[in-house]
C-alpha cells in the first residue's frame, strides 16, 4: 500500500458515500452481513451477553452497539439511529434494549433498502433515508441519537452534532462511539469535538477511550473477517477491504495498537428546561469519576436486564 493512501483518511465524504453505496448494491443480497463497525471485546471471562443464534458471527459488533446505547435507559425511548449502515446494530438496539420506536437512517439509498428488507416487519423499527447534516425529522422527536462509527466519515461533523442537537427533546442524549483521524494527535482530536458539541449547544460529554476493547475486538474477529474478505471481494480489492475490516496488519489496526489513533465513547447531555413534575431523565446512570460513565448496562442497577454484556471498566481518556 502506497504511503499516500497509507496517510490519506481514505472513507471520508463523497469517497466514503460512494463507498458504502456500492457496498450496499454488491452486498445487497448478503443478509447474514448486518453490521459494518469495528466490534468490542471485554475483557476475557466477562461477556454474559445474551444473543439470539443470527446474532452470533456478528456478536463483537453488536457489542459495540450495546456498549453505546447501554449508556441510557432507552425502555420506552425514540431512538435514532444516524449512520445506520445495514441495519444490524439498529435492529439489536430494537429488540435487546427496550426502546418502543427505533429508527435507523443513512445516506446510501441502497444500505436503507437493505434494512428494509431485512429487517422489516418488526413493530416499532424502521429505516429512513437521510443526511446525517440535514436529517429528514422534526425538532424534538427523539430521546436518544446513536451514531457509531459513522461521523469520521461526514464531510462537515459539526452540522451534524446541530442536527442531532435539534431533533433531540431536551434531556435527551447524544450516544456517540468513533476513532480519531489519521495524523492527528488523539487529544486534539477529542478537544476539537469536544468543542463541536458545545457550539451546537450540549453540555459536557462523559468521554471513555475504549480502543484497548476495539483491538480485543479485532483480534478475536480477525479470522472471520478474513474468510469473509476472500469469500466476497475480488482479488484486485483485498487490501483496501482489510484496511476497510481493521484486521491484524492494517495500517490503522497498527495506529490503534501503537497509540497514534484511539477509539472514543460519548455520552452528550442536550440541556433539560427544567419544569417541575415534567418528563423523567432519560439517563439514569451517574457518571464515575472522572465524568466517564460506565459502559455496561450491568452497571446500572434499573438499566434494562433482558441483554446484559460487562466489560473492564475503560480507561479514562486523557
Not at 151 to 175: K, N, Q
Request: with cysteine; glycine share 10%.
Amino acid at each position: 500500500m502506497s504511503s499516500r493512501l497509507r496517510e490519506r483518511q481514505v472513507f471520508h465524504g463523497s469517497r466514503a458515500r460512494i463507498l458504502y453505496e456500492l457496498i450496499g448494491w454488491q452486498f445487497r443480497n448478503a443478509t447474514d452481513l448486518r453490521f459494518m463497525n469495528y466490534g468490542l471485546a471485554p475483557a476475557p471471562g466477562r461477556e454474559t451477553m445474551s444473543l439470539r443464534p443470527g446474532e452470533q458471527p456478528e456478536r463483537y459488533c453488536a457489542a459495540l452497539y450495546h456498549a453505546v446505547a447501554a449508556q441510557a435507559d432507552l425502555r420506552g425511548a425514540r431512538v435514532l439511529d444516524v449512520g445506520c449502515g445495514r441495519g444490524g446494530g439498529t435492529a439489536y438496539v430494537h429488540r435487546h434494549l427496550g426502546p418502543a420506536e427505533t429508527t435507523g437512517c443513512d445516506i446510501a439509498r441502497h444500505s436503507v433498502a437493505f434494512c428494509r428488507k431485512v429487517q422489516g416487519g418488526v413493530a416499532g423499527l424502521g429505516f429512513r433515508h437521510g443526511d446525517a447534516a440535514a436529517l429528514p425529522f422534526a425538532a424534538e422527536s427523539f430521546d436518544a441519537v446513536l451514531n457509531v462509527e459513522s461521523a469520521h466519515c461526514y464531510p462537515d461533523r459539526a452540522a451534524f452534532f446541530s442536527e442531532a442537537f435539534r431533533v433531540l427533546r431536551p434531556g435527551g442524549h447524544l450516544l456517540l462511539a468513533d476513532f480519531t483521524p489519521p495524523r492527528v494527535p488523539p487529544d486534539a482530536e477529542r478537544a476539537r469535538i469536544e468543542r463541536d458539541l458545545s457550539l451546537s449547544g450540549f453540555a459536557s460529554a462523559g468521554v471513555a477511550d475504549i480502543t484497548a476493547g476495539i483491538l480485543r475486538g479485532l483480534d478475536l474477529d480477525h479470522d472471520r473477517r478474513m474468510r469473509e474478505i476472500r469469500a466476497r471481494f475480488p482479488l484486485g480489492t483485498r487490501r483496501l477491504a482489510r484496511l476497510w475490516a481493521g484486521t491484524r496488519g492494517s495500517w490503522i489496526y497498527r495506529d490503534f495498537a501503537e497509540g497514534r489513533r484511539a477509539y472514543f465513547l460519548y455520552r452528550i447531555e442536550k440541556p433539560a428546561v427544567a419544569v417541575p413534575g415534567q418528563a423523567r431523565p432519560l439517563l439514569r446512570c451517574q457518571p464515575r469519576a472522572g465524568g466517564v460513565l460506565p459502559v455496561s448496562a450491568m452497571a446500572c442497577d434499573d438499566a434494562p436486564g433482558a441483554s446484559e454484556i460487562t466489560f473492564d471498566r475503560p480507561r479514562p481518556a486523557r
